[in-house]
C-alpha cells in the first residue's frame, strides 16, 4: 500500500485520497466487502475491524508525525520536509475527524437499519468510510451510495 500511494503520488500533479496510503486500505476494504457481501449476501467482520483499526492507525501516526517532525526556525514551527512526505503518503483525516467520521456514519447507517432494513455489515461499512474519509465525505458517500441504489432499483 505505501509503495503504491509512493508511485501515485510521484505520477501525479495534484494527490487524492486514493493515492494515499488511507485510500489504498478504503479501496482494498470496499473490493473485499462487495465480493464477500456479492456471493455470501454478508460482509463478515474480519474486514471491517482491522480497516478500521488501519486506519484510525493512520491518523495517530500522523498525529506523531506532527508532534515529533516540527523543527523550529527563525521563521516558526513548520513540519519537516520527511514528515511533510509522510503525512502526504499516509493521507488521513485528523484523527478528530476519523473519530468523528467514523460516528456519524456508523450512527446515520444503523439509523436506517433500525428503521429500513439492511444488514449491520452495511453499518459497519459506514463506519469504515467515516473513519477513512472524514465526516463531511462519508456521510456525502453514504448519501451517493443510497441514491444510487434508489436510482438502480427504480431502473
Sequence with gaps: ?????????????????????TGFILL?????ATMTDLARHRIPNYITYPAVGWLLSMGMMQVSLKAFGTVSDATGTALSAGATKWMALLG????????????????LMFFIFMNAGGGGGDVKIAAVLGAGLGPTLGLTAIVAAHIAAGAFALA
Excluded: H, K
Excluded at 28 to 32: E, I
Design 1 to 21: 500500500g505505501l509503495l503504491w500511494a509512493f508511485y501515485t503520488q510521484q505520477t501525479s500533479a495534484t494527490v487524492t485520497v486514493w493515492q494515499t496510503w
Design 28 to 32: 482494498a476494504t470496499l473490493v473485499a
Design 92 to 107: 488521513a483525516p485528523a484523527i478528530a475527524d476519523q473519530w468523528t467520521g467514523l460516528g456519524a456514519c456508523f450512527v
